[in-house]
């Protein structure tokens, strides 16, 4: 079955480490994005894709990372810098990015990080 | 990236009611997508919007863009306990910003 597969599905952080969130999918979709998400509220932009070995910033990058390097795969770095990372972090991808009926997204189920 | 707003931000209804979340924008949108989030799971698209004047139906789902393109609704008819979640719009762009979307809770 094609998908979006995200891990660890739980993690937990003590203060002042890195920690990398896997996102992995086999629909050969151009683009890929991550999103935060706090409790009660929406959807925030980490980090978007739209091809391999390139991506940008969306409006809360401080503190993250990420990398393009297989069409498959947007690993998101959590970095010591995050002052506040515990979220849930959804990450999600399209066919590409713009046009028409091109973007419509498929989630993967998420991945709850909690910083002790 | 394009945003928008939507209204109200949460709706409590009893079964049986209906309900209308708004999805408003300062500028003209190319297309517009919803998705619902079920508690504790993750958006799942519904539908996409792309004419002026468009109107949808998924079973008791009726989707509307505005003539201006400019705003776009989401009407429930006789709200289900299976219609708890937070409904979004999202501008369909290169970024695809999501708001912060419209809870909704059913009491049976």
């Known amino acids: 079955d094609g998908g979006i597969t995200q891990s660890p599905k739980y993690l937990f952080r003590k203060e002042g480490q890195n920690v990398t969130l896997s996102c992995e999918q086999n629909l050969n979709h151009d683009a890929m994005y991550w999103y935060r998400q706090d409790p009660g509220q929406g959807l925030r932009l980490i980090y978007y894709s739209q091809i391999v070995n390139d991506f940008q910033k969306g409006d809360i990058a401080e503190g993250y990372s990420v990398s393009r390097e297989k069409k498959e795969s947007f690993p998101l770095t959590v970095t010591s810098a995050q002052k506040n990372p515990t979220a849930f972090y959804l990450c999600?991808?399209?066919?590409?990015?713009?046009?028409?009926?091109?973007?419509?997204?498929?989630f993967g189920a998420g991945s709850r990080l909690t910083v002790l | 990236g394009q945003q928008v707003m939507q209204i109200p931000q949460y709706q409590h209804v009893q079964e049986g009611e209906d309900f209308t979340t708004y999805c408003n924008s300062s500028t003209t949108l190319s297309n517009i997508q919803w998705y619902k989030q079920r508690p504790g799971g993750h958006p799942v698209f519904l539908i996409q919007l792309v004419k002026s004047g468009e109107v949808k139906k998924q079973k008791r789902l009726t989707f509307q863009f505005g003539e201006a393109k400019k705003n776009s609704s989401l009407h429930i008819t006789a709200t289900q306990t299976t219609d708890v979640g937070t409904y979004f719009c999202?501008?369909?762009?290169?970024?695809?910003?999501f708001g912060a979307g419209t809870r909704l809770t059913v009491k049976p």
């Open positions: 999202v501008p369909s762009n290169n970024d695809m910003r």
């Open positions: 999600a991808s399209s066919i590409r990015s713009g046009g028409s009926g091109a973007n419509v997204l498929t």
